[in-house]
């Protein structure tokens, strides 16, 4: 029986997790949970999975989730308090949910725990890749991707000499602006960004999808997952998501893993590996599905995919600048404060204007994430 | 530097066996070849791999060879000579490159010498699977698999559970009648039945595409390598033959192997298993592909499939008498003494004739062959 921790429980990958806990009661117990401010979802959790520890990130939503429950559960509040969880439960694996920057200090905390990582939260490696995975070696904790794109690249990896990877080769759905002109990007709507043929995802992330921000933040994470440089990985979108990405070995051969695209299966597999659980998750089925289709990603339309490859490209403190500008840059077009065209010149300025960081502490990072936050929201 | 006996070296698969150790020869050293008549070719292939023992199964043209060549080599001849050269030369590696069911005997050689069998000549396991399987075991022997669709799943399998296999999915182009009615195999020409549209291989087994008798065998075959009931082998047609067979396991998630349809990636991986050997083979552009297409396959019109599923579930001598009378079918719609459309009707007929065997031992299996061939040639 594993004890399980989820940061960020109320969030779509939050919910799966517990969706995928539900079905295999003999095998995972759920210790804790958190959320940013989602109490009414929390107390539901709470009350099915009866966790020994939760906490709120927003302090007054804490205290009237507290009011409401009127039990002996601990219930945490504020940023610290999402840390503390993570510092001072006891459980062995922890599930990274939380969107954005905010997953990184608590994951470190799980890290230098030594405990399995499954993480969602790409952010952590995109932001301070270098750092985490030193630690991960240091303190022999474990991270397995739940990304499904880096679930796939993990399973395909298994059992293979990671020496012997010629490149790797994320799938890309396009999201929902692939057959759009890049003129199209001028006047998009949010709900139009919204709308993803094939995944029900967050609102930060499907637009992250829209623009293919959201496949640079993976190229970054895979960089650190897999320890490959950015000119052995490669970008081929694949609209029906159905093949979640390849490796390609230095034979030639290629090897992909496929499926519904259900976030369930990635994260039972992160938190069951090295064993594959039985399930009734829907099979994919071929023939009703007939078609597969690949073509080139558009880097021209899609600038961010271009400015995150740069950004790895840079390394030190660029990747933190370009997520920092992102998630900043998000924000406003959910709040139809900038066009969908902005996002990228947002971020391309905050690259631009920001100084550059070698190698950059962890200190260093939470500054740049701060400076590049304020820049941006202080710019546009 | 590993020593390779190949077995049928003037074949198709022959050919680009020996393709496969030019392009590595710190690797691997050609020990011994073998033909059934093409002296010419076996000539080239000894002036270039200069090997120890050779031996060709027609004997007059091993006398033949043996006056040309003026050498000091040994050259064995008839059936007893390539099975003289499986059990008495010095080697690591066996390419059982050999078309149909001659292939058994110097197989089970090499399999009691505990050697390595680098498999193409799937009629070994289709007519003898279990007394194969059996010694391969007894004597700590190995089998890799160099058909295209069972090196995908072995390779699909490396590190992974067997016991958590759901079902593997087997990949069939379809051959150059998928889309042509049933009634046209009435009248199909040798010409056009040996038009694959993705392979180029012998004829034998181009007009198995054809009737996908082929897949059949395959279907047998993976049984045998992979210990797999009839259930939890599927046949889907994959008319691009990029994904060359897939894997699903008990969570629902698929690994494939995808590669061109060269036969030289899986016979490298049978010899240099576990490694990966750096190769400069033509690489798999998807987006130069684009499209990829899936069908169930029409099993009213592909007799031959669904005879060689019944042959499976029947089991002991049944799979032996489908792949005999198959053998001289195809011979004689070769020949232009059958047409296509028989071919399935003569296998029908032998499986219902001929006396089911339960558990027949390797003289039983040697006897049914003779009497399935001795059946097809004499009644039709």
């Known amino acids: 029986m ?8 109320t969030g779509s990958i939050g919910v799966n997790s517990l969706n995928v806990i539900r079905e295999h009661p003999d095998k995972f117990q759920v210790v804790g949970i958190t959320t940013n401010s989602n109490i009414e979802l929390l107390e539901q959790q709470i009350n099915e999975f009866n966790p020994k520890i939760v906490a709120v990130k927003d302090v007054s939503q804490a205290k009237a989730l507290k009011k409401r429950l009127n039990s002996s559960i601990e219930i945490l509040s504020g940023e610290d308090g999402i840390i503390n969880a993570a510092l001072n439960s006891d459980y062995d694996i922890l599930i990274g949910a939380m969107v954005g920057f905010s997953g990184l200090l608590p994951t470190i905390e799980a890290i230098k725990k030594g405990k399995r990582i499954a993480l969602a939260n790409k952010e952590t490696l995109v932001v301070a890749g270098e750092i985490v995975t030193g630690l991960v070696a240091e303190f022999s904790a474990e991270i397995i991707p739940v990304d499904s794109e880096h679930s796939a690249i993990y399973q395909c990896l298994v059992g293979e000499n990671l020496e012997e990877v010629e490149k790797i080769i994320l799938t890309a759905s396009g999201g929902p602006f692939l057959n759009k002109d890049k003129s199209f990007f001028e006047n998009a709507t949010v709900e139009e960004a919204l709308n993803h043929p094939n995944w029900k995802m967050g609102n930060k992330i499907t637009i992250d999808s829209a623009t293919m921000m959201n496949k640079g933040l993976e190229v970054i994470e895979a960089h650190w997952l897999f320890g490959l440089p950015a000119e052995k990985i490669e970008v081929v979108v ?14 030639g051969s290629i090897k992909a893993q496929l499926g519904l695209p259900d976030m369930k299966l990635p994260i039972q597999y992160a938190l069951s590996f090295p064993e594959r659980l039985n399930n009734n998750f829907t099979r994919t089925n071929l023939p009703s599905i007939k078609t597969f289709t690949f073509f080139e990603p558009d880097f021209d339309k899609f600038e961010c995919l271009s400015l995150a490859y740069q950004a790895l490209r840079s390394g030190g403190n660029a990747p933190c600048i370009l997520n920092a500008a992102n998630e900043i840059a998000v924000e406003k077009f959910l709040l139809g404060k900038i066009k969908f065209s902005e996002i990228s010149k947002i971020i391309y300025e905050a690259l631009s204007k920001i100084e550059h960081q070698k190698s950059p502490s962890l200190d260093d990072i939470i500054e740049c994430d701060k400076i590049t936050r304020d820049f941006v929201t202080n710019s546009f």
Do not use: N
Request: no cysteine; glycine share 4%.
């Open 2 to 9: 594993k004890k399980v921790l989820i940061l960020g429980s």
């Open 238 to 251: 694949h609209p029906q998501s159905i093949i979640h990405s390849m490796v390609q070995f230095q034979d």
